[in-house]
């Protein structure tokens, strides 16, 4: 059993910055992959940023420069730091576990939070 747990989600200005984060509890061994991804009202969950094992970071162009993703792999935590936000990175947030080792257990599996909502009033 693993759980996937998001915090730090809010009401911000625009302008204004929050810091997500995410851990991931169980019997894993590795995570290869931890990213962000987010859900705006009446559009497709779209990936915000992902960062592998190796530190390897990917970011959708538009967060590039604002957003920073970074992980503890000890842990298996991720953090998504967001600066200068726009009312258009107004979404639910959710994290999500890709590739993942569990102890005594073949093969990789997937994992997702429960999301945190993220709110920029303009």
């Known amino acids: 059993q693993v759980q996937v747990v998001e915090s730090g989600g809010g009401l911000v200005q625009a302008g204004g910055s929050l810091r997500l984060s995410c851990a991931a509890s169980g019997s894993i061994f590795t995570i290869n992959t931890m990213g962000w991804y987010r859900q705006a009202p009446g559009k497709e969950r779209e990936l915000v940023a992902t960062?592998?094992?190796?530190?390897?970071?990917h970011y959708a162009g538009s967060v590039k420069g604002r957003f920073t993703i970074s992980r503890d792999n000890a842990k298996n935590t991720v953090t998504l730091q967001m600066n200068s936000l726009k009312a258009e990175d107004t979404a639910v947030y959710y994290c999500n576990a890709d590739r993942v080792l569990l102890i005594g257990q073949f093969g990789t599996y997937n994992y997702w939070g429960q999301g945190t909502q993220v709110t920029v009033s303009s």
């Open positions: 960062i592998t094992i190796g530190g390897n970071t």
